[in-house]
Nanobody, 115 residues
Framework: QVQFVESGGGSVQPGGSLRLSCAAS????????MAWYRQAPGKQRELVAG???????NYADSVKGRFTISRDNAKNTVYLQMNSLKSEDTAVYYC?????????WGQGTQVTVSS
């Protein structure tokens, strides 16, 4: 059973940074385009950043220039470096392949940006 386990979330002040990790099991994530998604309270889940198997990255306009997605295929892990965090970045963050597959959603990791 494919499973993604997200970690690294927490509570930070505006302007702070966090690094999220997504570890994959029962799947070789290197074979897939991967992405980070987020869901804020009362809102639909949205795509934040994606990275191809070759390492090309794309970002939502709202995070461009602040977030960086990367992958370590040897560790079967995808990362999201988040800098200059804003209150509107508060959400539960998930990883999945791109496009996402329903059975692969994990529990996510909570990111809260508040002063």
């Amino acid at each position: 059973q494919v499973q993604f386990v997200e970690s690294g979330g927490g509570s930070v002040q505006p302007g702070g940074s966090l690094r999220l990790s997504c570890a994959a099991s029962a799947i070789s994530s290197r074979m897939y385009a991967m992405a980070w998604y987020r869901q804020a309270p009362g809102k639909q889940r949205e795509l934040v950043a994606g990275i191809t198997s070759g390492g090309s990255a794309n970002y939502a306009d709202s995070v461009k220039g602040r977030f960086t997605i990367s992958r370590d295929n040897a560790k079967n892990t995808v990362y999201l470096q988040m800098n200059s965090l804003k209150s509107e970045d508060t959400a539960v963050y998930y990883c999945n392949i791109l496009p996402p597959r329903q059975p692969m959603w994990g529990q996510g990791t909570q990111v809260t940006v508040s002063s």
